[in-house]
């Protein structure tokens, strides 16, 4: 997962969005978040922002007699592994005010739900663009004819066009296609990204389908 180059304006968008985690199907009163309404706009993976991934996860876990959470997994995903896992992350730091039976504090079987919403606004007045042909990478190399799959990486755009920290993100499983995906894509020139009529360095992404 690419987190250490980001713009600032992708972590504002962030932190706007809102991922909130709605309780269901409460067995008691007593059982309730602290600092309510659950919040993990922080977690909201950069990777998803950049490719524009949204839904909603709904978590199962246990409540603990100390009123932590445990055993957490997916019971809904929201289609994207990277949200679910990203959800469990943020639920393994919620805290909640737990349940009892005869005034004792007991674990508790628990769900919530975390809805992914992606920032109304985009940070960039125009985004970023390639020069010539894009779908130049989009061919294939000699011996991967019958190897299909997507391979996508990231990669800043910097203000003068060119490319920098060109990462693999996710893999078409073909390391051959994959190794051609990144060295095309490097020698590509970009139109940058602007914010107010100026051109800004942007982390940006290309998505090759085989």
């Known amino acids: 997962m690419r987190l250490a180059f980001i713009l600032t304006s992708l972590v504002l968008a ?30 909201y993976p950069i990777e998803a922002l950049i490719l524009n991934e ?13 009123g932590g959470t445990r055993d957490i997994r997916i ?25 009892t039976q005869d005034t004792v504090p007991v674990d508790l079987p628990w769900k919530a739900a975390v809805q992914w919403v992606m920032p109304s606004e985009s940070p960039f007045t125009t985004m970023p ?8 990478c989009a061919l294939k190399p ?4 019958g190897i299909h799959g997507e391979t996508i990486l990231f990669f ?9 920290d060109v990462e ?21 020139f970009y139109v940058p990204a602007t914010h107010a009529g ?8 290309a998505r090759l389908k085989w």
């Open 14 to 43: 962030s932190s706007v969005t809102q991922a909130n985690a709605d309780e269901t199907n409460a067995p008691s009163e007593q059982t309730k978040s602290i600092g309510k309404p659950h919040t993990c706009s922080n977690y």
């Open 54 to 66: 949204q839904g909603k996860t709904v978590l199962a876990f246990t409540v603990t007699k100390e």
């Open 142 to 145: 000699a011996g991967t004819e």
């Open 198 to 205: 100026k051109a800004i360095a942007a982390e940006w992404y």
């Open 75 to 99: 019971d809904q995903s929201s289609g994207f592994a990277v949200l679910d896992n990203a959800a469990a992350a943020c639920a393994s730091h919620w805290k909640y005010k737990p349940a």
């Open 156 to 164: 800043t755009v910097k203000a003068n066009g060119k490319l920098d």
């Open 168 to 188: 693999l993100e996710r893999t078409s499983g073909s390391t051959a296609l994959d190794n051609f995906a990144r060295d095309c894509v490097q020698k590509r």
């Open 129 to 136: 663009m390639v020069r010539g042909d894009e779908d130049a």
